[in-house]
């Protein structure tokens, strides 16, 4: 079975600066999906980036961007030029490639707080 | 339109209560969740339905039963729940499911379930 480790419970970083947030998973598989969802106070899981395993580029979206190291199995969320708004619980998510397989896998998250 | 929607946004019910959680997407999605989410903990799925079938079920308490009318509607059907269940239920939706790409699941509101 597929697990998803998030090592920082919770951090904070000052606003504007930026943040990188851990995640690390175990597979056999060689075909997966990675994903980072923040979820605020307001409870609604948002989706913020997505990896393909395959794939050897690191995704970015605006502010967001990824460090994917496939052979180590780590996947961070780095945070560039924090804002209030980013201030939610993060969750890192991991899917399998298999036909059919549609079950997500969360880490356990890390509260991210931003500090004016 | 990239909304799930669910209703109620709060339920309180007793443990004797029959009452149903309803999720509804109009993006074409093709399979959708429900996820039980205790409080500062990640989701955990339920269910899956695939083209309107079930097609994973968590080992779900039968006091949990769901149902899939249409592409675009969900329910949870709840009865004779434990203080236990009390937890925010998350419906998601995701497109084309089973055709080897892991297509991102959109998440709902939440229902906040209280069982008294």
């Known amino acids: 079975a597929q697990t998803v480790t998030q090592s920082q419970p919770e951090m904070s970083v000052q606003e504007a600066e930026t943040v990188t947030l851990s995640c690390t998973y175990d597979t056999s598989e060689s075909d997966y999906y990675l994903f980072w969802y923040k979820q605020p106070p307001s409870r609604q899981m948002i989706l913020v980036i997505r990896q393909e395993a395959y794939k050897q580029q690191n995704a970015t979206e605006n502010r967001f961007s990824v460090n994917f190291q496939k052979a180590a199995k780590s996947f961070s969320l780095k945070i560039s030029d924090s804002q209030l708004g980013d201030a939610a619980m993060y969750f890192c998510a991991y899917r399998s490639g298999a036909f059919g397989n549609e079950k997500l896998t969360f880490g356990t998250g890390t509260r991210l707080t931003i500090i004016p | 339109d990239t909304e799930v929607t669910q209703t109620p946004k709060h339920l309180v019910m007793g443990m004797t209560n029959k009452k149903s959680l309803k999720c509804e997407q109009h993006m074409g999605h093709r399979a959708m969740y429900w996820y039980k989410q205790k409080a500062k903990k990640p989701p955990e799925l339920m269910f899956v339905?695939?083209?309107?079938?079930?097609?994973i079920n968590e080992s779900v308490p039968s006091r949990f039963s769901p149902e899939c009318p249409n592409s675009s509607l969900l329910n949870l059907h709840l009865h004779a729940l434990q203080p236990e269940d009390s937890a925010l239920y998350l419906c998601a939706s995701s497109q084309n499911p089973g055709q080897g790409v892991a297509y991102e699941q959109y998440f709902g509101p939440g229902t906040r379930l209280t069982v008294t």
């Open positions: 339905y695939s083209y309107e079938k079930l097609s």
